[in-house]
């Protein structure tokens, strides 16, 4: 069984200009978590999707938003980034919650 | 969410057992141990979890005290390949990973 993927895995941008993360779930799998890792705060949860529905959220500014389809797969999208947003992105995918299932991540440099 | 203490760093010699200790003194009823490990810039890999009894896989073996609040994460035989940060979580299985610092395991010549 193909494991979870997220495109892409690089991207670069710069402040105040928004980006858009793509993550294709595990075939089956119906709830998609998002975390954010940074040599300084460690790995934080962003939020979660099940059945296209936001379930879990963390302590991001709104800035950070998700969305799941009806096929699972989900985005997530920051808007006017920060320099603050360079990150590793990674996302998760598990039948409804339990054991979670981590994909590479995208690393995103904002200069 | 229960919060989780491990030491910041573990060194073991290849070939041996290594064994990562967790405290979990907070831990609530419903919640589960749960090893993940991490090399460097990849995305973590799941190990292993468990609620109440001891629990092996092909990659490890968990054990649980009678009173849940503390674990301990066994690779039998270690290998270079398992230097990484270990992270042990408690977790109600909603969705919501909370990560602490990990131990950062060194597996030596």
């Known amino acids: 069984k193909a494991g979870v993927t997220q495109t892409p895995r690089y991207l670069i941008k710069t402040r105040g200009q928004q980006v858009t993360l793509s993550c294709s779930p595990i075939s089956g799998h119906r709830s998609v978590s998002w975390y954010q890792q940074t040599p300084g705060q460690g790995l934080q949860f962003l939020f979660e999707y099940f059945s296209e529905t936001q379930r879990n959220k963390g302590n991001f500014p709104g800035r950070f938003s998700g969305r799941q389809f009806s096929n699972s797969r989900s985005e997530m999208n920051v808007s006017t980034l920060e320099l603050g947003d360079s990150a590793l992105y990674l996302c998760?995918?598990?039948?409804?919650?339990?054991?979670?299932?981590f994909g590479p991540g995208t690393r995103l440099l904002v200069l | 969410d229960a919060k989780t203490t491990q030491p910041p760093s573990m060194d073991c010699a290849e070939g041996r057992a290594a064994n990562l200790p967790c405290n979990h003194s907070t831990i609530s009823g419903n919640e589960y141990v749960y090893w993940y490990r991490q090399i460097h810039s990849q995305g973590p890999q799941y190990i292993i979890h468990g609620l109440k009894n001891n629990e092996t896989n092909e990659m490890a073996s968990l054990i649980i005290t009678e009173d849940r609040k503390s674990s301990t994460l066994i690779l039998p035989h270690a290998t270079l390949r398992d230097t990484a940060v270990y992270y042990c979580i408690a977790y109600n299985q909603g969705g919501k990973l909370i990560f602490g610092q990990g131990t950062e395991l060194s597996v030596k010549p």
């Open positions: 998760a995918s598990s039948f409804g919650g339990e054991t979670q299932y």
